[in-house]
T-cell receptor, first 113, second 113 residues
Framework: DQQVKQNSPSLSVQEGRISILNCDYT??????FLWYKKYPAEGPTFLIS?????DKNEDGRFTVFLNKSAKHLSLHIVPSQPGDSAVYFC????????????FGKGTSLLVTP | KAGVTQTPRYLIKTRGQQVTLSCSPI?????VSWYQQTPGQGLQFLFEYFSETQRNKGNFPGRFSGRQFSNSRSEMNVSTLELGDSALYLC????????????FGPGTRLLVL
């Protein structure tokens, strides 16, 4: 069963605007959350992460928000750039399962000029 | 420094055959994790090796196995291939077991006919 869900398979945003990618999870034991970016023919690249003790983490244009009560996290990209066009995977891990990554199925982001 | 390398990049096999995939981690990384990516199931954790020992295992049948060598290189073997094993197989390395700093290779694309 899918413990991490990304319900939007795709998203299209204009350059310069905000991109918001959403992710929901079901396992309350998850205590670490990550976002990966994947270009075709390449492996996923780590983007940003957040521990369950925080509700926000920022790194340049990328901010991840965590709402533990709703079991929801989101990735904000501001401003969006055409080079951000890629598939974004949300992942979660739990200490009690050895921090194996549980991935969502990804959201394909297209940033148009 | 050099990234994670995987060989071969592409592979075609027939049902019933067996296959071995190889992963060389980033220098100094002692943990190697394997993932399977399919369109239907997304990215799923197979297993993790650290210091030549399997530390964690996902929910895959025993046909999927792996090992790690003293130089941290890892191999993954799938026996009695099935059509459903067609997927992109990704490996990721990190410094420590359960490390959240997982760096992915480009993957091996396996097609089972």
């Amino acid at each position: 069963d899918q413990q991490v869900k990304q319900n939007s398979p795709s998203l299209s945003v204009q350059e310069g605007r905000i991109s918001i990618l959403n992710c929901d999870y079901t396992n309350s034991m998850f205590d670490y959350f990550l976002w990966y970016k994947k270009y075709p023919a390449e492996g996923p690249t780590f983007l940003i992460s957040i521990s369950s003790i925080k509700d926000k983490n920022e790194d340049g244009r990328f901010t991840v928000f965590l709402n533990k009560s709703a079991k929801h996290l989101s990735l904000h990209i501001v401003p969006s750039q055409p080079g951000d066009s890629a598939v974004y995977f949300c992942a979660a891990s739990a200490r009690n399962s050895g921090y194996a990554l549980n991935f969502g199925k990804g959201t394909s982001l297209l940033v148009t000029p | 420094k050099a990234g994670v390398t995987q060989t071969p990049r592409y592979l075609i096999k027939t049902r019933g055959q067996q296959v071995t995939l190889s992963c060389s981690p980033i220098s100094g990384h002692r943990s190697v994790s394997w993932y399977q990516q399919t369109p239907g199931q997304g990215l799923q954790f197979l297993f993790e090796y650290f210091s030549e020992t399997q530390r964690n295992k996902g929910n895959f049948p025993g046909r999927f196995s792996g090992r790690q060598f003293s130089n941290s290189r890892s191999e993954m073997n799938v026996s009695t291939l099935e059509l459903g094993d067609s997927a992109l197989y990704l490996c990721a390395s990190s410094r420590q077991t359960g490390g959240n700093d997982q760096y992915f290779g480009p993957g091996t694309r396996l097609l089972v006919l």
